[in-house]
């Protein structure tokens, strides 16, 4: 397998100064001197702290400034998605699926209609595996941009934030002209797309293509050897391969720990094989590697768009399968057999056949499971959605303990969390 | 307010409909073990306690055991060395309604050899207790904490088993119930008075710190109960 290890380009010791001699006086405290602990202090982060990427709440036991323990609260953004799919449609959920990572939406559009796909044994057309692959490269880069923008405000670095949402804004202006929607693009329909690509769309995400890897220079000269965000971020939060596994980590979190673990290589999808990319994995498995992993997977995420674009093949989008797709508008307004079809196909929705179906995607922040179940009715019997973010998250507590306070932040930062998928 | 109006209303009321297919939750036909090592396996090492294998959707593999050998089966997929089931991607439940046993579905993987098997374990409704696979994976803990909430099973030995959707306060149930209606079982006025009663001050005092589990000491031992390196 394709890998690529990602490595410092500086030496490994946060206690030198610009000049690479060591510092007079230690930047960071040595430990902790078991003399001076003392009495126990409860601080409480959040749920509305813009540090928590959200409405996450987390409840720190301090001994001093180091954490002795730590307790996340959830569920504050809890509206039962799975429930609320529970009464709908199966075309009429996709629209809450990009309200779970509303960072990188088409991946999770994308992940849903796939599962049911396979569930229903519908193979989509050739056209419409490359056009979701390179929507889901390019919500991987949306999610990754913000991330990274995100992540430099917590650690004190205001500008990379411009940098990367004059980038997202281009994406945003790509989602708003294929679906009509900034954020919530609700693209997928079981069996197709909601419509194909609009004319001058592949020209505009060229543009884009050709665009990003100067502001990645850019934000890498900002950061990579930035003497704060190299004190802020090596050796902090460290997770081993071992634990990291243990506890479920994925994505970019588990590969910095050294883990080649990559849904799109392991177990493919969509003909993922077929596309020349390499999967960064760290060596150190902390916040400096994450960092690291991320801002190669953009890179890689580039390759791969580029080698979409040039192969988009032409032909329909939608599977020619009058089960799931309606009939073109034309035969509806000519044809009585194409109108019956059309208002049953609206009134009654699409029928799965009984059984079930697991599909597991790479999204931005992990492995994305996706788990439907029919009993043949219009309706799910339980729609599963294993968000990556809740998972990752659940090993915080892990990474925080015997860390200082203010490395709390960088650490949760460092996750990639979105708690809208967390909470569902 | 129109009669399709009213008659929505009463739908969403009435909580979802139960299933019309009888033999949706029934088991498929049996399929051949040999398709899948880890079945082949499971047959010869464990013989009738392996209740069911079928496969889904063309290429996904269920097994069904029963409930009280999840430990001795689990934990000996994770650790045979050609097995190596490292990974626990999922742990969730299926209730088909209708007064059917609930189902506890376990999404296993192998990072080192790359194959995956679904296993499932199906409780009845009077009897929704099963041990904790936390000890095997630490990933399972919130993945337990998250069916505990929403569908009610008890997860034996897990080291913190509260809620995690719903507040801890939470008097309505389990959401993800079929007998559950959409909006909950309390009226709306019933829902708005216990939230305007919540004693927001609750939430900073120090027994906060008494809700994850025993305190824990730097140094020695982490939240997971293993010593750190």
Redesign the interface.
């Known amino acids: 397998m394709a890998t690529k290890t990602v490595e410092y380009l500086i030496r490994r010791n946060p206690e030198t100064g610009m000049d690479g001699r060591p510092a007079a006086a230690p930047l960071f405290p040595a430990g ?1 001197e078991p003399e001076l602990q003392g009495e126990h202090m ?1 601080i ?1 982060i959040g749920p509305q702290h813009p540090a928590t990427h959200g409405v996450l709440r987390l ?1 720190l ?1 301090l ?1 001093g400034e ?1 954490v ?2 730590c ?1 996340p609260h ?2 504050y953004l ?1 509206s ?1 998605f ?3 799919g ?2 709908r449609g199966w075309n009429q959920i996709v629209p809450l699926t990009d309200r779970m990572d509303y960072l990188a939406p088409l991946i999770y559009n994308c992940a849903y209609a796939m599962a049911v796909e ?2 229903m ?1 519908i193979e989509v057309t050739e056209r419409c595996k490359v056009v979701r692959v390179i929507l889901m490269e390019l919500d991987r880069i949306f999610s990754h941009l913000l991330w990274l923008g995100t992540t430099a405000i917590d650690v004190g670095a205001f500008t990379v934030f411009l940098y990367t949402f004059q980038q997202r804004e281009k994406i945003y202006k790509l989602h708003e002209n294929y679906t009509g929607a900034r954020i919530t693009t609700s693209a997928t329909r079981i069996g197709g797309m909601l419509a194909d690509l609009p004319v001058g769309w592949t020209e505009q995400l060229q543009d884009f293509i050709d665009g990003l890897p100067r502001t990645l220079d850019e934000v890498e000269t900002l950061l990579t050897n930035n003497q704060i965000w190299i004190g802020r971020l090596q050796d902090v939060g460290v997770i ?1 391969p071992e ?1 990291a ?4 980590l994925t994505g970019p979190n588990l590969r910095a720990s050294g ?1 080649a ?1 990559d849904v799109r290589k ?2 493919p999808y969509y003909d993922y094989e077929t596309y020349d990319f390499e999967v960064p994995v760290g060596r150190h498995g902390d916040c400096y590697d994450r960092y690291l992993v991320r801002m190669e997977e953009m890179r890689q995420s580039l390759r791969i768009l580029q080698q979409a674009l040039d192969r988009l093949p032409g032909g329909p989008i939608n599977v020619d399968d009058p089960r799931v797709i309606l009939p073109g508008k034309a035969d509806v307004m000519t044809d009585m057999e194409s109108m019956i079809h059309h208002f049953k196909l609206v009134m009654d929705g699409i029928k799965a056949p ?5 599909f ?1 995607v790479e999204s931005s922040k992990g ?1 994305l ?1 996706m ?1 439907v ?5 219009p309706k799910p ?2 729609w ?1 959605v ?1 968000g990556p973010s ?2 990752n ?3 915080l ?2 990474m925080v ?2 860390h200082l306070l203010a490395d709390v932040i960088a650490i949760n930062a460092s996750l990639d969390i979105v708690l809208g998928e967390i ?2 | 307010m129109s009669d399709k109006l009213k008659d929505a209303l009463a739908g969403l009321a009435a909580g979802p409909e139960s299933s019309d297919a009888a033999a949706a939750s029934e088991r498929g036909p049996a399929a051949d073990p040999n398709l899948h090592p880890s079945v082949a396996a499971l047959r010869e090492r464990f013989g009738s306690a392996i209740l069911h294998h079928e496969v889904v959707a063309g290429d996904e593999h269920v097994v069904y055991i029963p409930a009280d050998r999840v430990i001795e089966i689990l934990g000996w997929l994770k650790a045979a060395p050609e097995q190596d089931y490292d990974f626990l991607k999922d742990v969730t439940a299926v209730d088909y309604g209708g007064g059917r046993p609930l189902q506890v579905v376990y999404q296993l993987w192998s990072i080192r050899r790359r194959h995956g098997l679904r296993v499932k374990v199906e409780l009845p409704l009077q009897a929704l207790e099963i041990d904790s696979v936390t000890g095997l994976w630490a990933s399972a803990n919130w993945l337990e904490r998250e069916v505990y909430d929403l569908f009610g099973i008890v997860f034996r030995n897990h080291p913190d088993l509260r809620r995690i959707m719903m507040p801890d306060t939470y008097a309505e149930g389990h959401p993800l119930r079929k007998d559950f209606p959409l909006r909950g079982r309390f009226s709306r006025l019933e829902q708005t008075r216990r939230a305007l009663a919540v004693n927001l001050e609750r939430d900073y005092t120090p027994e906060e710190l008494q809700v994850g589990g025993t305190p824990v000491q730097i140094g020695t031992t982490g939240a997971s109960g293993e010593p750190r390196p």
């Open positions: 902790i409860l409480n409840v036991e001994d180091t002795v323990r307790i959830i569920g809890h039962s799975e429930k609320l529970e009464y396979k569930m044994g081993s634990d596994i243990n506890h479920g883990v673990y392991d177990n009984p059984g079930e179906s697991w597991s492995e499971g788990y179940v029919s009993d043949g009715g019997v339980r599963r294993r809740f998972i998250l659940s090993a507590p892990k303990e015997g909470d569902r």
